[in-house]
C-alpha cells in the first residue's frame, strides 16, 4: 500500500520538475490510500493557484484522489499521530499522515526533508 503526502500531490497535479517519482504511485489506484487530511491540504493549496473560473481542474483533481481508497481520521490514527509528534516533531498534518501510513503498512511517498530516513517514507528530493 502507498500514499502520497501533500507535496506529492501537488508536484503531480502541477506538473513539476518530480512528477515522474509519483505517477506510477498515484495511478496504482488499487494501492493508493488517500488521507482526509491530504484532500484539505491538497484543496486548499491548489485553490490558490486557480482562478475562480478553473474550479474545473481543482474538481478533475479530487477525482484523481477519489480512485484511492480514503482514509478518515479517527481516534486510533489521532492517538498514533500524538506518539509520532513526541518522537519527530513534526506538524499535526505530517505526523496524522504518517500514523496513517503505519497503521495501513503503507509506505509514505513525499518530497518533505523534515520526514526523510523515518521508516517507511519514501523521501523524494526536491530539485
Known sequence: MN????S???EYFAGGL???A???VILDFSQLLVSSINIYEVVRRMSLYYQ???KTKLLQNLTVMRRGRLILVDEQIALSA????SSYRLPMADSMILATAYIHNATLW???AHVAGIARVKYIVKP
Request: net charge negative; proline share 4%; no cysteine.
Open 18 to 20: 518530480n512528477v515522474g
Open 22 to 24: 509519483f505517477t506510477d
Open 8 to 10: 506529492g500531490w501537488i
Open 3 to 6: 500514499i502520497v503526502d501533500s
Open 52 to 54: 475562480p473560473d478553473e
Open 82 to 85: 500524538v506518539d509520532l509528534v
Open 110 to 112: 513525499t518530497q518533505d
